[in-house]
């Protein structure tokens, strides 16, 4: 079960995109202004997040359920934005495996609080 997470204005978000909720969520928080990195399989569904809001975002596409490319995701979004505090996985795309160095939280419910 997932708890609700408010991010501060310095958090850098990292949020998968595999679905609809994955999406939403990271319209909300690029809409509030955070600093947000979109990651999925997909440019098509990933570019469209981010256009207009060059110096606070990125896209990265990757296969999230592989770690070498999502560590390298890491390092990337890092590079651009700042130290990554925290990953939301709305849709389980990152799967549940051991080899995670940061808090990747998966929910059904929205996990960023209003």
């Known amino acids: 079960m997932a708890t609700a997470y408010t ?63 999502v560590r390298s995701m890491i390092d990337r979004v890092e590079r651009r934005l700042g130290p990554v505090t925290v990953m939301t996985d709305p849709a389980g795309a990152f799967g549940s495996t051991p080899w995670r160095l940061h808090a990747i939280e998966c929910a059904t419910d929205h996990p960023v609080a209003a």
């Open 7 to 69: 991010p501060e204005t310095d958090d850098v978000i990292v949020v998968a995109v595999a679905d609809h909720s994955g999406a939403e969520l990271a319209r909300d928080l690029i809409g509030r202004g955070h600093r947000v990195a979109v990651a999925g399989t997909s440019a098509g569904h990933l570019v469209p997040l981010v256009t207009g809001h060059v110096d606070n975002t990125m896209a990265i596409v990757a296969d999230l359920a592989d770690p070498a490319q």
